[in-house]
């Protein structure tokens, strides 16, 4: 937090909107949420950090078109697919990702946003919390590293450099992930639909 607030400090102010829910039985879900709401606490006069409630599809809508810059940090490999980072590109938002589910593919460093970490493990999801704890604090460091490297200095001193990212988001995942190609990979790979 104090290494974010200095962040802060030097970007000239930085906002963090965090949405989304946990299941109603996954409790680890819900403590980490309380988790983000205290530590928008304890930054408060420092960086302002909101949690919005009630996550569902419009504010989803309004968040994908409306932010500076699209952040998942999902656990590797744990990320479904990252539906919303497409969407987001879709509107020019740039994503900075931890490099699992969709960004693998979509992620063009510099270009269409920026990698958080390391490339992806594609083992198994190791059942030790101290080897989670520990890709955590390595996601957290790399995370913080790239915002006061190359993210905030990029969106804060060049905008036309900005600008260029937000259009290689549109024009590089925009035009490759969309509803046409999903259906298309779903009736050829799922279905086994041979294309005409």
Do not use: C
């Amino acid at each position: 937090l104090d290494r974010l607030s200095e962040l802060a400090r030097k970007a000239g102010g930085l906002q963090i909107l965090y949405a989304g829910k946990s299941h109603p039985r996954d409790l680890q879900g819900q403590e980490m949420l309380r988790s983000v709401v205290e530590a928008g606490r304890d930054l408060e006069g420092k960086v302002m950090l909101l949690y919005l409630e009630g996550y569902d599809m419009e504010m989803g809508r309004l968040l994908t078109s409306g932010v500076d810059v699209w952040l998942n940090t999902p656990r590797r490999p744990l990320e479904a697919s990252g539906t919303s980072g497409m969407k987001a590109a879709m509107n020019g938002v740039p994503s900075l990702s931890v490099l699992d589910g969709w960004w693998v593919e979509g992620h063009v460093e510099g270009v269409t946003g920026w990698s958080i970490g390391s490339s992806p493990d594609r083992g198994t999801v190791s059942a030790s919390p101290s080897h989670a704890d520990d890709e955590d604090g390595r996601d957290a460091g790399a995370l913080l590293a790239k915002l006061e490297e190359v993210v905030v200095p990029l969106y804060r001193d060049d905008p036309d450099g900005w600008a260029r990212v937000m259009r290689g988001a549109v024009a590089l995942n925009g035009a490759h992930f969309h509803a046409r190609r999903m259906t298309e990979e779903y009736a050829a790979l799922a279905y086994r639909i041979q294309r005409g």
